[in-house]
């Protein structure tokens, strides 16, 4: 990819999300930066109340209610708070609290349309989870709401908060890497994903992410992170993808592939290849982006850069932000991106803070959370039905 690629303009295939890049024509909120922001998190499980650990560490941010429709989990999530939240069992009884300026929502993939556009109407700002929203209709209709919203939407990719990653992606638009040719992307683990269930009728309430009527499976819970991370590197949105899975190793139910093997296409003659396995874990979680001038690797809180050609023992750095410094090559790592950042989870929610109090769009919004879901839903038709499947220029024409 030529670097003058990442001014240009947007492609015809993207036009019609890209027209919407600055929703809020006028975002209005009554918070400032000595207001306590009160918290509704709506999905109090694994994710949900994990984020609600963290807010207690940040000023004028405060838990004040959680709802989820298992109470244990409920429970469970709110005993993470350390602020009294209250427990609500219906997500509606949470939003008519007036007292609730924001809510994560941190609920199955299949629900994320339908309650965040009723937090949306509500009056709430809004932190939705990855993936936005599960097929065409889910993300249209949510798109549609946020346009004309003057609330603050931010889509939970926390890696488009990272301070790594914001540092590196600058660094490749300056041209370290070169002319890219290649992303290869991975995320791999070994392990089943299912989840212990104290009762058969709550399996499907507990292990979604097994079932493709609740669940993107891999490739929404894991690859949308990555994906979201090519389109923001490139300025683009792939113009097909093709790809490949099955359940191949865990024989246990499931209908959500246990790997998944996907090359998108993008209008610059980019190929990303993302490949997400649970039966081995080597190297685990890793971004290559692959250039004529060399490469660089990153993972959730290291990145390397890869020079091509002849490497020396020591240089100055200027890839580390900190200018003359001696950087050592390493022969397995490469040279080190060292930069000072936070847990991209506790940065995502550092920003989504900021955003309510300034007034701000938030980096990771709801244009690059839609164009991160198109792509999913594009994986997942490509797979379930053995296809080449295409961007679809009409798909949001009229949003």
Same mark, same amino acid.
């Given at each position: 990819?030529?670097?003058?690629?990442?001014?240009?303009?947007?492609?015809?295939?993207?036009?019609?999300?890209?027209?919407?890049?600055?929703?809020?024509?006028?975002?209005?909120?009554?918070?400032?930066?000595?207001?306590?922001?009160?918290?509704?998190?709506?999905?109090?499980?694994?994710?949900?109340?994990?984020?609600?650990?963290?807010?207690?560490?940040?000023?004028?941010?405060?838990?004040?209610?959680?709802c989820?429709?298992l109470?244990?989990?409920?429970?469970? @999530?709110?005993?993470?708070?350390?602020?009294?939240?209250?427990?609500?069992?219906?997500?509606? !009884?949470?939003?008519?609290? !007036?007292?609730?300026?924001?809510?994560?929502?941190?609920?199955?993939?299949?629900?994320?349309?339908k309650?965040?556009?009723d937090?949306?109407?509500? @009056?709430k700002?809004?932190?939705?989870?990855?993936?936005l929203?599960?097929?065409?209709?889910?993300?249209?209709?949510?798109?549609?709401?946020? !346009?004309?919203?003057?609330?603050?939407?931010?889509?939970?990719?926390?890696?488009?908060?990272?301070?790594?990653?914001?540092?590196?992606?600058?660094?490749? %638009?300056?041209?370290?890497?070169?002319?890219?040719?290649?992303?290869?992307?991975?995320?791999? &683990?070994?392990?089943?994903?299912? &989840?212990?269930?104290?009762?058969? %009728?709550?399996?499907?309430?507990?292990?979604? &992410?097994?079932?493709?009527?609740?669940?993107?499976?891999?490739?929404?819970?894991?690859g949308?992170h990555?994906?979201?991370?090519?389109?923001?590197?490139?300025?683009?949105?792939?113009?097909?993808?093709?790809?490949?899975?099955?359940?191949?190793?865990? %024989?246990?139910?499931?209908?959500?592939?246990?790997?998944?093997?996907?090359?998108?296409?993008?209008?610059?003659?980019?190929?990303?290849?993302?490949?997400?396995?649970?039966?081995?874990?080597?190297?685990?979680?890793?971004?290559?982006?692959?250039?004529?001038?060399?490469?660089?690797?990153?993972?959730?809180k290291?990145?390397?850069?890869?020079?091509? @050609?002849?490497?020396?023992?020591?240089?100055?750095?200027?890839?580390?932000?900190?200018?003359?410094?001696?950087?050592?090559?390493?022969?397995?790592?490469?040279?080190?991106?060292?930069?000072?950042?936070?847990?991209?989870?506790?940065?995502?929610?550092?920003?989504?803070?900021?955003?309510?109090?300034?007034?701000?769009?938030?980096?990771?919004?709801?244009?690059?959370?839609?164009?991160?879901?198109?792509?999913?839903?594009?994986?997942?038709?490509?797979?379930?039905?053995?296809?080449?499947?295409?961007?679809?220029?009409?798909?949001?024409?009229?949003?």
């Open positions: 990819m030529k670097r003058r690629a990442f001014i240009k303009k947007t492609t015809v295939a993207t036009a019609g999300i890209a027209g919407t890049s600055y929703l809020y024509g006028n975002i209005l909120s009554n918070i400032n930066a000595n207001t306590t922001i009160n918290i509704g998190v709506i999905g109090t499980g694994v994710r949900g109340s994990g984020l609600m650990s963290m807010i207690n560490g940040i000023d004028h941010v405060n838990v004040i209610a959680g989820d429709v109470p244990f989990r409920l429970n469970k @999530g709110l005993a993470k708070a350390n602020s009294k939240p209250k427990g609500y069992s219906d997500y509606r !009884k949470l939003l008519d609290n !007036k007292d609730i300026d924001a809510v994560i929502v941190a609920t199955p993939f299949n629900t994320h349309s309650i965040t556009i937090a949306l109407d509500a @009056g700002h809004v932190f939705c989870e990855k993936t929203a599960k097929g065409y209709d889910g993300i249209r209709d949510l798109v549609n709401k946020a !346009k004309h919203s003057k609330n603050i939407f931010q889509t939970g990719h926390q890696y488009h908060s990272s301070r790594l990653y914001t540092h590196v992606v600058d660094l490749i %638009k300056e041209g370290k890497v070169g002319d890219i040719t290649a992303f290869e992307c991975q995320w791999n &683990r070994h392990g089943n994903w299912r &989840r212990p269930v104290p009762d058969p %009728k709550f399996e499907k309430a507990i292990n979604w &992410r097994m079932y493709r009527e609740f669940s993107g499976g891999l490739t929404a819970e894991l949308s990555q994906i979201d991370f090519v389109n923001w590197v490139l300025n683009e949105t792939p113009n097909q993808v093709m790809g490949i899975g099955g359940v191949d190793y865990w %024989k246990d139910g499931r209908e959500t592939y246990d790997n998944v093997h996907l090359i998108y296409s993008y209008p610059n003659g980019v190929k990303a290849n993302f490949t997400y396995l649970t039966s081995n874990a080597k190297d685990g979680y890793q971004i290559k982006v692959i250039g004529d001038k060399g490469t660089i690797i990153i993972d959730m290291n990145a390397w850069f890869y020079p091509e @050609g002849k490497k020396k023992n020591k240089v100055l750095g200027d890839v580390d932000g900190v200018s003359g410094a001696t950087v050592q090559w390493d022969k397995d790592k490469g040279y080190k991106i060292d930069v000072e950042h936070l847990d991209p989870s506790k940065q995502a929610l550092l920003d989504f803070k900021s955003s309510i109090t300034n007034n701000k769009i938030p980096e990771s919004n709801v244009v690059t959370g839609a164009k991160a879901a198109v792509c999913v839903q594009m994986g997942l038709d490509a797979m379930y039905k053995n296809d080449i499947v295409k961007w679809d220029e009409t798909l949001f024409k009229n949003s």
